[in-house]
């Protein structure tokens, strides 16, 4: 599993040298990773305004800079109204409309290399004093490769809102932009938590025996917390939290009509607005239930203190954000929720990673 010990194990002091600082190193990637949770919540309410496809052009380095222009300004604008999105939903709504839709992505794209800058300097100047423990240095490699691929990934996505007929992205691809922004902060997180803790807490040993059980439990609830937020890209990609506005029936009904309606059967994971829906919605359910029995399990088993606390952030984080998704379906997506929604969601990550951390099996 890519958040396993065995994958990214502690570091031992001889692998860290005399030299090195891993607190230093740590609070960096705690801080990069703060920024990724803070692009998601940009990439959200960028979607929900209709925003991404307003910057025709991938310029890694000319577009760093807004127009500059009003001839500049023009030129993108007229690249604009040759896309689907004008025609079909903003004809005519001027240079003013298309600055609004304009600022939003340009902050999307800057913070993306602001992301960049503040990994890849504070990356070598820590090299350059030897501050990194020369066994991360591979993984740290391997997150600004995954950084950069992230970037060429999000173009992808957006190249495919230009096509025939299309008003927005590729649900596929958004699903796909979403999952590496999600893998990256989990990753990075992961990286640091080792850093900070390089050795599991221990525990009485009546406790101890029940310490692999409670972590099972906590890494369900991750797991599904992870496939509901991948159903819940197909929800924002078919735009299918804009139907169905009641809960807990879809329609009066527990499973909604037309529920296989779509052919090839496969389909209906990823196009049908009344399964995708209803899958995101049992899914959250399922982690919910996951959630309370991992709190349960926690304060039976768990000795008052942090390891039951952070099972309780979990569940916590959980239940705040079912409630959140319940409240955006009943009021029809509005931007500030639905941004909300997909902000407090990269915080259930965490608050799963920490647990998850937390519990791992202390070294025999």
Do not use: C
């Not at 173009?155 to 230009?162: E, L, P």
């Not at 000795?303 to 959140?324: C, E, H, I, S, T």
């Amino acid at each position: 599993m890519p958040f396993d010990a065995r994958t990214f194990p502690a570091l031992s002091p001889a692998e860290r040298g005399d030299r090195n600082n891993p607190r230093a190193v740590a609070l960096w990637l705690l801080a990069v990773a703060g920024l990724i949770w803070i692009m998601v919540a940009i990439g959200g309410a960028t979607r929900l305004t209709g925003s991404g496809l307003s910057i025709m052009e991938w310029a890694p380095l000319s577009g760093t800079l807004p127009p500059l222009s009003e001839a500049e300004w023009q030129r993108l604008y007229d690249l604009y109204r040759t896309i689907p999105q004008y025609h079909l939903l903003n004809a005519g709504f001027g240079m003013e409309g298309f600055k609004r839709i304009f600022w939003l992505e340009w902050i999307h794209r800057f913070w993306g290399r602001l992301i960049g800058l503040a990994y890849l300097l504070p990356f070598l100047w820590l090299w350059w004093r030897g501050a990194i423990p020369r066994a991360l240095m591979p993984r740290l490699w391997l997150l600004f490769f995954l950084g950069g691929l992230q970037g060429a990934i999000g173009w992808f996505m957006v190249a495919s809102g230009f096509e025939a007929d299309r008003t927005a992205v590729s649900p596929y691809r958004l699903v796909l932009h979403l999952s590496m922004a999600f893998l990256l902060f989990g990753l990075i997180l992961w990286t640091a938590l080792g850093l900070l803790r390089p050795a599991p807490e221990r525990l009485p040993p009546e406790a101890e025996a029940a310490r692999g059980r409670v972590r099972r439990q906590v890494q369900a609830v991750f797991w599904l917390a992870v496939a509901t937020m991948l159903a819940g890209g197909f929800v924002a990609g078919i735009r299918a939290g804009f139907t169905y506005n009641t809960f807990p029936l879809m329609d009066g009904r527990l499973i909604p009509a037309g529920y296989l309606d779509l052919s090839p059967l496969w389909k209906n994971l990823t196009a049908n607005i009344a399964a995708v829906q209803f899958n995101h919605r049992l899914l959250a359910t399922l982690t919910g239930l996951a959630a309370a029995g991992a709190a349960l399990a926690a304060w039976r088993h768990l000795p008052p203190g942090r390891l039951r606390g952070l099972v309780w952030l979990l569940a916590g984080a959980v239940a705040a954000q079912y409630a959140l998704g319940v409240l955006t379906l009943l009021h029809v997506v509005p931007v500030g929720l639905g941004t909300l929604h997909q902000t407090v969601a990269v915080g259930v990550l965490a608050a799963g990673l920490v647990a998850w951390h937390g519990l791992r099996a202390p070294r025999t």
